[in-house]
DNA sequence: AAAATGATCAAG
DNA sequence: TTGATCATTTTA
């Protein structure tokens, strides 16, 4: 188990985005480890991407992340209530992102139901159990993901992303972005990638 | 199907 | 300063 390298993350994000899929996802919280498989991604590319937020090179102190070097967190506000995290990908001037838009729980499933439902684990429903971090808010709300986590590096030992020890055999599906239909020509490209047949997956259909 | 809910951003 | 927007989730 090893953190991936910041060349890792140096590249275009629609490249980066399927090579995230299997990748342990860990946010360290009161010395517990919150550990997710990454299930569910999708690739902003910046300038040339009319769903990012970075579109045109727009630049705001939301957004100030995209445009540093790639391997760091952007975490923001979305509809005035959940938290979505991007990785942030390429190199210094390039923001280009990947939306974390699933986990499959790994390690820390006590505090992951905590966090979402305040209920015990042994307490959720089997609907609860499903719902536990199959989208980009909710896996925020249940690894403790806030604003407070915005521009943490992902090399550091807060929040960061391990290769698994085995890896693991799965197919690839894409498909278009989830809730960017203002995004015109852009809402046709396939860049969302999740693993296939995955119970974690937000919309397996698409 | 539609509400909840407020930070963010660009216009004025 | 303000009104519209929004990379979602929950409820009904």
Redesign the pocket.
Known sequence: MNKLPREFYMRASLEVAPDLLGKYLIHVVDGKELVGKIVEV?A?MGPHDK????YNN?R????EVMYGPGGYAYV???????Y?M?VITAKKDVPH?V?I?AVEPVKGIEEMARN?FKKDYNDLTKFQIK?LTN?????C?AMGIT?DNNGDDLLGDRLYIMEPEFNENFTIARSP????D?AEEARDYLWRFYIKGNMYV?KPHE
């Open positions: 999708e902003y769903a990012a937020h970075s727009r705001t102190e939301r957004n923001y506000i979305i509809y005035g209530m959940y979505c991007n992102g939306l838009r979402r719902n989208g980009p808010g909710k896996l709300s604003r972005r989830i809730n960017i203002y937000s």
